[in-house]
């Protein structure tokens, strides 16, 4: 069965009668939000009847439709900061707002949904129906754009009027929006996001010498911070250290002249044959040949999967805060929180595991046992399935 907006698969009808579920996500990437939701979405399906809403084809889409989940991939309605630039941009998102909405007035009437679950505020269309079919509508706030400012508080205002549960992945995201929209406190709960532990084997094994290897994982954009961290590697270099920085992640197209930029930092400051760009890699490898794990952003993360990840595989991380790290890892027991936009306090921190690979070791292997025991994949899926049956 297909729609024309693009194309929709579907899974046989289950024998089971179950509420039927409609998420909207705001990507088909396999970056934190996209894959915080997938790493949910087995539990869900099998509490729920689920289709789950596409802005635009990606893995995301295969990788839901193995979980079981009818897929649909739409106009794009995702809320995107180039879809600002001007009046016609804002006119042509507002069509296509409209295009998938009417994609999925038509599924809605056909067989109705019970529930909505937006998994970001990206995702704005669900507010949109919300308001429409006058159904439960669930808001998981995973990022929180602070910048223009006036976007996050109609988005806040916007949850407000239409959001029966909010549900935030730590308490510093819950902080943020609440902050903005006091009323929104007694209807918003944390749910730090969950991984699946690696394996043994494929955890990472200490080095005790050789050069630092560091890993960088994140998609090339201004939050990201990854020209602080060459910064820093451009000192360690200046001090006779030798690192070698990985960096894992893409660049949407309107971020293209800041990849560009980035390596052509690295080639002023003179460090380029120590700095390679992978591109975006998906699983353990980001992690498993690496000593360190840096998450430099510019603006504190709300959560960040990659401190949880990195610490799982047994690296020490060194993080930007405060922020979600801050309630993933443990000053000076799994790793360091630092000043967002310091490259001397990021150089700091990271040179003290280089001169003390011992510690390193012991960061490592304490993260690994606070992953294991506050953020499993079985509590986390057991939250979010647990708000969205709620009434």
């Not at 289950?14 to 087995?42: C, F, K, M």
């Not at 019970?114 to 970001?120: E, K, L, Q």
């Not at 439960?136 to 910048?147: A, D, Q, S, T």
């Amino acid at each position: 069965m297909h729609n024309e907006d693009s194309g929709a698969t579907f899974r046989p009808s289950s024998p089971r009668v179950q509420p039927r579920l409609l998420i909207v996500t705001g990507s088909a990437e396999l970056y934190g939000s996209d894959r915080s939701l997938l790493n949910a979405l087995d539990a869900l399906v099998g509490a729920f009847d689920v289709t789950l809403a596409f802005p635009s084809p990606g893995p995301a889409v295969a990788a839901a439709q193995n979980a079981g989940a009818h897929t649909m991939i739409l106009s794009d309605y995702a809320l995107r900061r180039r879809n600002f630039k001007s009046p016609w941009a804002v006119a042509k998102w507002l069509n296509r707002v409209r295009s998938a909405k009417h994609t999925l007035d038509r599924h809605h009437r056909h067989m109705p949904f019970t529930t909505i679950y937006s998994n970001t505020f990206a995702a704005f269309i669900g507010p949109v129906l919300r308001n429409s079919w006058k159904i439960r509508h669930i808001l998981h706030v995973r990022e929180c754009p602070m910048e223009p400012r006036w976007q996050i508080s109609i988005l806040c205002k916007s949850a407000a009027r239409t959001s029966d549960v909010v549900l935030c992945n730590s308490n510093y995201t819950k902080g943020l929006i609440t902050k903005v929209q006091p009323n929104l406190g007694p209807r918003t709960r944390v749910v730090h996001n969950g991984i699946a532990m690696p394996l043994e084997s494929a955890m990472v094994e200490p080095r005790t010498s050789g050069a630092l290897r560091i890993s960088c994982v994140g998609r090339i954009h201004p939050k990201k911070g990854q020209s602080v961290l060459l910064d820093a590697a451009s000192m360690a270099q200046r001090d006779g250290r030798n690192w070698e920085l990985h960096f894992f992640g893409d660049a949407l197209a309107e971020h293209r002249e800041l990849s560009d930029g980035l390596r052509a930092q690295a080639k002023t400051l003179g460090i380029e044959s120590s700095v390679t760009w992978h591109g975006f890699v998906d699983g353990e490898a980001r992690y498993n040949t690496c000593d360190v794990a840096v998450v430099p952003s510019v603006y504190p993360e709300e959560f960040s999967l990659v401190c949880a990840e990195a610490q799982a595989m047994g690296l020490p991380v060194v993080a930007t805060g405060p922020g979600g790290p801050s309630e993933i890892l443990i000053e000076g027991e799994t790793g360091f929180i630092v000043a967002p936009r310091d490259p001397a306090a990021l150089y700091r921190a990271i040179a003290a595991l280089d001169d003390d690979r011992a510690l390193a070791a012991r960061f490592g292997a304490a993260g690994s046992a606070r992953v294991r025991e506050h953020f499993s994949l079985d509590a986390y899926c057991a939250n979010v399935v647990t708000a969205l049956q709620s009434t």
